[in-house]
Each structure stands twice: as structure tokens, then as C-alpha cells.
Nanobody, 123 residues
Framework: VQLQASGGGLVRAGGSLRLSCATS????????MAWFRQAPGKEREFVAA?????????YYEDFGQGRFTISRDNAKNTVYLQMTSLKPEDTAVYYC????????????????WGQGTLVTVSS
């Protein structure tokens, strides 16, 4: 499975961005899809993940609850991260990842990774 993240950019605080992660392969619907992020000088952290069925199977890290929405389109083999009310502390490289075990929030639980897309939030 290959993952290609896109949609990052520069946005002012309070603004919105939608990240996309396109995947190759025919097994997309079998994977749990997640977003992680890594800010400069910090460790990578979990952002959100969504199960096979999308929608109600999504779960989030606390900082994203209410501001971020993860979704997937199995017909397009794509997962999205809609981010609103962005803050300067959301500045990071955002990575999409694919794994097989629902509920996991640790990077080592995900098998495949995209190359990352940079999100910069100015104050």
C-alpha cells in the first residue's frame, strides 16, 4: 500500500485546511486509516483515525476533538482530515498511515506511511 498526502500549506490562526491522503492498492477498505503529526523538535503524535466503515468509527486525540474531522471515501481510496479553528500549535508535518487494528494510537501499530504534508499556522 502506498500513501500520498497532500493539502498542507500556510494558513492564519482560526482558518481551515483539508488534508487528503490517496492510497494505491485494492485493499484500502480493509485498513484503519490515521493521521499523525510531528512538530519541529517534538515527537510524532496521533491525531485521528477512522475504521473501515468511516463516520461513527472515528476517534481523535483530545486536541483535535471538535476541531478536526477525519473521513474516508472507500470508492476513491482516500482519507481526509478536515481541520478548522487552526492554532499556531497545530503547525507540524502531517502524515497519513494505514494499519489493521482498530483503536490504536501509536505509530508502531501502523504498517504503511505517507511522506507527510506541512501545515503552518501563523498567528
Amino acid at each position: 500500500v502506498q500513501l500520498q498526502a497532500s493539502g498542507g500549506g500556510l494558513v492564519r490562526a482560526g482558518g481551515s485546511l483539508r488534508l487528503s491522503c490517496a492510497t494505491s492498492g485494492r485493499s484500502f477498505s480493509k485498513y484503519i486509516m490515521a493521521w499523525f503529526r510531528q512538530a519541529p523538535g517534538k515527537e510524532r503524535e496521533f491525531v485521528a483515525a477512522v475504521g473501515w466503515t468511516g463516520g461513527g468509527s472515528a476517534y481523535y486525540e483530545d486536541f483535535g476533538q471538535g476541531r478536526f474531522t477525519i473521513s474516508r471515501d472507500n470508492a476513491k481510496n482516500t482519507v481526509y482530515l478536515q481541520m478548522t479553528s487552526l492554532k499556531p500549535e497545530d503547525t507540524a508535518v502531517y502524515y497519513c498511515a494505514a494499519g489493521r487494528i482498530y483503536g490504536r494510537r501509536t505509530g508502531s501499530d501502523y504498517e504503511y506511511w505517507g511522506q507527510g504534508t506541512l501545515v503552518t499556522v501563523s498567528s
